[in-house]
Each structure stands twice: as C-alpha cells, then as structure tokens.
C-alpha cells in the first residue's frame, strides 16, 4: 500500500510539472507569436512612411562612409596599413596639398590650412562620429537597462535608492557633467564615449523602469508568476521582449543626441585628439576662426552633423510611429 501511494504521489507530481511547464510554454508562445506580429506590423508601417523611409537612406549613406573610408576589413587580416577606399587619401597626410583651396574638381571639397583633403577628413570623420554615438549608447544601456529593470521589477528599497541616484544626476546639466568628466580624463575617444555615456544612461534607466512597472501587473505575468516561473526568467521571456519597442526607439534618438554632444566637446577643444577627424573638431580652430574667407572649412562639416542629426531624427520618429500603436490609432 505504501509503494503503490508513493508511486501516485510521484504520478501526481510529474503530471504537475508537465501542465506547468505546458502552461509557461503557452504563455511564453502566446508572447512570441505577439512579437512577431507586432514587429511584422511595425516594419509595415515603417515602410509606408516616406519620411522615416528618407532618414533609413540617409542612416545608411553615414554607415556606408564610415565602413569604407578606407578597406580596413582587408588591412587587419593582412597585417598592413589600411588604404583609402571612398576616401581620396590618408587623413592625416598634410602639407602635400594646396593650403586652403576652395573646392573644385580636383578637390572636392577643397583643403584646410594645413594641406590636408577636406573630403578625405570629413569620410574618415563619420566614422569617429558614429562610432562615438553608438559605443556611448551601448554603454549606457549596459547601465540603464539593468538598473531600471530591477528598480521596477522589485521596487522598495532598491527602487528609491536608484531613482535618488537618478534624480541627484538628473540636478546637473549634462553637457557641464560631460565638460567636468573630459576635463579630469582628458581629450580622447574612449573619454569622451565614457563622458556621454555616463551622462545618458538615465534616460534609458527612467524609461525601463517605467515599462516594467507597467508590465508587472499585465494578465500574461501573472500567469507566468502563477505556473511557478521564478523572476529571472519572467523578466526574460515576458518582460524585456515586450518593452523593447520603446527602448529600440530611445536607442535610435539617442545616437544622433550622443554625436551632437560629441561634436560639442571637440568644438570646445576637449574632445577627439588631432589628427583624428571630428566633425566637431572641423568646426573649431580654424573653421571657426577663419569663416568669413575660408567658408568651406566650416561650411561642409556642419552640413554632415545636420544630416546625421536629420537622418537619424526621421528614422527615430517613423520606428516610434510604426511600434507605438496608440499613436496609430491617433492618426
């Protein structure tokens, strides 16, 4: 008798195992199939919109110039110096030029006051832009994300603590934050990433936090919570998936905001170290200094920082649009 109850009892509980685990494996599916059916809308609509359409083209020309500004992808395997490829020549070769000419065939974009192609400069200073904004955005979700995912999902005591620390860096502005941060590290690229991305993270922070406390309590968690999944994976599976519009979307407007700020601090000369090319780098110094004869120094770098601006704007907004149905149905 005492066998054949232990053997109902263990019966008992595998079956118990199974429908929760089938249980969670509907939920997690149900989840899933939401997903790509949202993302499949979305891309829809992204597609219909001409404007978020222009800014993908334009987001992409940028990408394009900071890859084959010269054929480093060729170089490094073969232990060599890279060479240009849609850059005409080295950024860094000066004084072989024409001093300051003004852009014409040969020149595309004329040259700076020190010999060096302006075209050249501006190709390889894509690179150092985009690269910038998007390392620095990396960096400060690594930050962001986990410290607002736990806030909202625990709350408490760890939640006020995180939103003290929030609203404490929030008090200083952000572009004195990054000058204060550059002027103890010094000017470089990895110091001015880390400087923006630590003056970033806490939009990222705020806007998960908020998406999971929203989401705690939907329908689908408390069934996951209630088939016995522990937090970690309902943060995984239900959580992160669903709030990955909004944060795909911060992600997209901050590059461009990142860039900007990028350029700032080169323009103020605590940025990008010379010779490496910035367009906020062009901006300054000479550009600046010597505008009202020699416009094109200045002219060319600030209408590539307003096309990335613009490009990646327009592109933000149309995957806002396409993932956000409330503004949908708004239209």
Request: net charge neutral; aromatic share 10%.
């Amino acid at each position: 008798m005492t066998t054949q109850a232990q053997t109902t009892a263990d019966q008992t509980a595998t079956e118990n195992q199974a429908s929760k685990a089938g249980a969670d494996g509907v939920v997690s599916l149900t989840s899933m199939r939401s997903q790509r059916s949202l993302y499949r809308d979305a891309g829809r609509r992204f597609v219909r919109n001409k404007l978020s359409v222009i800014g993908l083209i334009l987001v992409i020309f940028l990408v394009t110039l900071a890859i084959f500004a010269d054929d480093w992808f060729i170089a490094l395997p073969l232990g060599r110096e890279p060479e240009p490829l849609i850059a005409k020549l080295p950024y860094d070769l000066a004084f072989t030029l024409p001093v300051g000419a003004f852009p014409d065939r040969e020149y595309w974009l004329g040259t700076d006051l020190i010999g060096r192609d302006l075209f050249s400069r501006i190709v390889y200073g894509a690179r150092v832009s985009l690269a910038v904004g998007i390392l620095a955005q990396l960096f400060a979700f690594t930050i962001g994300i986990p410290l607002g995912a736990l806030a909202g999902w625990k709350g408490g005591r760890f939640d006020f603590l995180v939103m003290r620390l929030v609203d404490v860096m929030s008090a200083v502005p952000t572009l004195i934050l990054a000058v204060i941060i550059m002027a103890r590290l010094g000017p470089g690229f990895w110091n001015v990433m880390f400087a923006i991305a630590i003056t970033s993270w806490i939009t990222i922070c705020r806007l998960t936090r908020a998406q999971f406390l929203s989401l705690r309590e939907k329908e689908f968690v408390e069934a996951s919570r209630a088939v016995g999944s522990g937090s970690w994976r309902t943060i995984r599976v239900h959580l992160i998936p669903n709030s990955l519009a909004p944060i795909i979307i911060a992600l997209t407007l901050g590059i461009p905001t990142a860039i900007f700020a990028e350029a700032g601090l080169s323009f103020l000369g605590i940025g990008i170290n010379p010779p490496t090319p910035s367009w906020g780098q062009m901006l300054s110094g000479d550009g600046i200094a010597n505008i009202d004869f020699y416009w094109h120094l200045t002219l060319f770098p600030a209408i590539m920082i307003a096309v990335t601006m613009l490009g990646f704007t327009l592109m933000g907004d149309g995957l806002r649009d396409a993932l956000d149905p409330r503004l949908l149905h708004e239209k």
